[in-house]
């Protein structure tokens, strides 16, 4: 999603191609919105999935790169450098006055006269220490280098967010669903068949993105390094394709998850800690397996509360019928997850969408670390298995 200002002084002729676009100095379609009277809004606020593939081909004086997304994040700061002079700070540790001289020193080495690019890794401290500086400056940015701050979460309603987006430009580089941000099934698929699939020089087909997406979660990182994977497996002509996705990606690791939400059904804690305990020593990490663990078990969790509304409101529903509305579709996999669901129990079966929710954005937070988000999803499925005991 992009947010744009209106700029009423500016107003162009029409370019008929993204090459004339550029050509004339303007940003590429997707950056900008040209309303019915012919002017020129200029982009502010775009989601690094629509940036990237498309990079504008001038940047502003200042920009924030904001958001979970690490590899999204790395990628933009990249792409928004590109061939220039760049100079990179330290955001956990570097003062005001360490940035202030070389935001005010031209590049010695750009010949074409392009800006310096100043760029501050990590800046969430820098940002929280130097609030009052960061805010004159941003009134009244130096012509001689460009600020690009690299920050895990900028707040919309402070004075700094609000600034950069009304004269500069910021990059959200969120990963999660979130359709007021730009995220969208069909936003982040568009993205993985495009983008990150041209990196790895090759192709892929939307319902093997579906896939990887349903198999390894939200982290863009973790999908790029898969992809470059399944890439060895195909001719350089060739197709990733969902059936390639599924027998690389989930094989044994598939299996060994399937195991686990079975003894986590079966109360049996002991085999689900084991099987976990094999996928993480192999590899896999906490982030990644979630989804795949949570894949069935929402399902379970999503089929127990349309029971309990159906009975809340008189009017109940075989169980059956609610697990097929869950998405359960042969007649072999509802009496699978019929017997899953038996054998958790109601008490526990309504639990399992709260319970869920409440891991990933741990996970995602306070349990990110290293270590940490080992213990959150041993605890997670601890929990869980305890339901038939």
């Avoid at 400056?137 to 402070?158: H, M, V």
């Avoid at 305990?277 to 990490?285: E, I, P």
């Avoid at 129990?345 to 954005?361: E, I, K, M, S, T």
Wanted: net charge positive.
């Amino acid at each position: 999603m992009v947010t744009r200002a209106r700029n009423p002084a500016k107003r162009c002729k029409i370019p008929e191609s993204a090459t004339e676009w550029s050509k004339k100095g303007f940003l590429t379609p997707s950056f900008c919105h040209l309303g019915c009277s012919g002017i020129l809004t200029d982009m502010t606020l775009i989601h690094a999935f629509e940036m990237l593939p498309a990079p504008p081909a001038s940047v502003p004086d200042v920009v924030a790169v904001f958001g979970a997304d690490a590899s999204l994040r790395s990628w933009s700061m990249q792409a928004l450098a590109a061939g220039g002079d760049v100079t990179q700070f330290d955001g956990e540790t570097t003062k005001w006055a360490d940035l202030r001289d070389d935001l005010a020193t031209a590049s010695l080495f750009d010949m074409g006269g392009g800006k310096r690019t100043i760029m501050v890794r990590g800046a969430d401290k820098f940002v929280s220490d130097h609030r009052p500086e960061l805010e004159k400056y941003l009134a009244k940015p130096g012509s001689a280098s460009r600020l690009i701050l690299d920050l895990e979460s900028l707040a919309s309603n402070t004075r700094i967010y609000k600034a950069i987006l009304k004269d500069h430009m910021l990059v959200a580089c969120g990963n999660s669903t979130d359709a007021k941000a730009g995220v969208t099934a069909a936003t982040r698929r568009k993205f993985l068949t495009g983008y990150v699939a041209a990196r790895h020089k090759t192709k892929i087909e939307k319902s093997a993105a579906d896939a990887l997406h349903e198999m390894l979660g939200d982290e863009i990182g973790m999908l790029d390094t898969e992809i470059a994977k399944l890439a060895l497996y195909i001719d350089p002509a060739g197709k990733i394709e969902e059936a390639l996705v599924r027998d690389v990606v989930a094989g044994w690791q598939g299996k060994t998850v399937w195991q686990i939400t079975d003894a986590i059904a079966a109360g049996d804690a002991a085999e689900a800690i084991r099987q976990l305990d094999k996928l993480l020593s192999g590899g896999q990490r906490a982030i990644a397996l979630l989804p795949q663990i949570a894949w069935s078990l929402r399902r379970l969790g999503m089929a127990t509360a349309l029971v309990e509304q159906r009975e809340r409101s008189g009017r109940r529903i075989q169980l059956e019928d609610a697990l097929s509305s869950a998405g359960f579709r042969r007649p072999s996999d509802i009496q699978q997850a019929k017997k899953q669901l038996l054998g958790i129990g109601r008490v526990r079966a309504r639990q399992l969408l709260p319970w869920l929710l409440d891991a990933d954005l741990r996970l995602k937070g306070t349990h990110s670390a290293e270590g940490r988000d080992r213990f959150l999803l041993e605890q997670l499925v601890m929990k869980l298995a305890k339901s038939a005991s």
